[in-house]
């Protein structure tokens, strides 16, 4: 099976830099995805890492490291409306490819 | 349509009672995800469809819970017998193919009175 491990809460002022780290424990790997899911909405994708090192889009990057089955979402110039849950995800193993989902971080942002 | 629909938004239901939960992905998506999300908890997935294929039901929690997608579109959750520990928001996520990135719909709240 898949698992996942991610802190609960993590808070921050607005302009500031902030790294949400995840743990993973899969019998195959697949690669990791980031969702964010702001109050009341739907989940929505952020990054995906396949191989190891950063993928950066805009002010969001994601590091993978396969070898720790490790990696974390870096925000920076945190923004007001970046207050949302983040969640990591990897693949299932089986035919499904289902992503199997962290319990979410809860990201506030202060001004 | 452009993103996934879902209906209704917001379900409340005697327990007991039936309910039926309404998923129209994105035209051309042949992937298609229905997953429960309890309070402040992560995403539980239930069951998965693949174009024509059969369903890959691993993940219903008990044999009240069904789902059925025809033609290869519109996906239905059926709950049979509804309890107060089904409530949740209930999400559908459709994807190009097997593998590729989600987009989810805005959820079903459902709430069992």
């Known amino acids: 099976g898949q698992s996942l491990e991610q802190p609960s809460e993590v808070t921050a002022v607005e302009g500031a830099i902030v790294q949400i780290n995840c743990t993973y424990q899969?019998?195959?790997?697949?690669?990791l995805s980031w969702y964010q899911q702001h109050d009341g909405g739907a989940p929505t994708f952020l990054s995906y890492?396949?191989?190891?090192g950063l993928e950066e889009t805009g002010r969001f990057s994601s590091f993978l490291s396969r070898s720790d089955s490790y990696g974390y979402l870096l925000l920076q110039e945190l923004q007001m409306k970046d207050s949302a849950s983040y969640f990591c995800a990897v693949r299932d193993t089986g035919s499904a490819r289902q992503l199997t989902f962290g319990s979410g971080t809860q990201l506030t942002v202060l001004p | 349509g452009a993103g996934v629909s879902q209906s209704p938004s917001n379900k409340v239901t005697e327990k007991g009672k039936d309910v039926e939960l309404r998923c129209d992905p994105i035209s051309g998506h042949t992937a298609l995800y229905w997953y429960r999300q309890s309070l402040g908890q992560g995403l539980e997935f239930l069951i998965y469809?693949?174009?024509?294929?059969?369903?890959?039901k691993s993940g219903l929690p008990s044999d009240r819970f069904s789902a059925e997608r025809t033609g290869g579109s519109v996906s239905t959750l059926t709950i049979q017998r509804t309890q107060q520990e089904d409530s949740a928001v209930y999400l559908c996520a459709s994807s190009p193919g097997t593998g590729d990135g989600y987009t989810f719909g805005s959820g079903t709240r459902l709430t069992v009175v």
């Open positions: 890492n396949g191989l190891d």
């Open positions: 469809f693949q174009g024509n294929s059969a369903p890959d």
């Open positions: 899969t019998s195959g790997f697949y690669g």
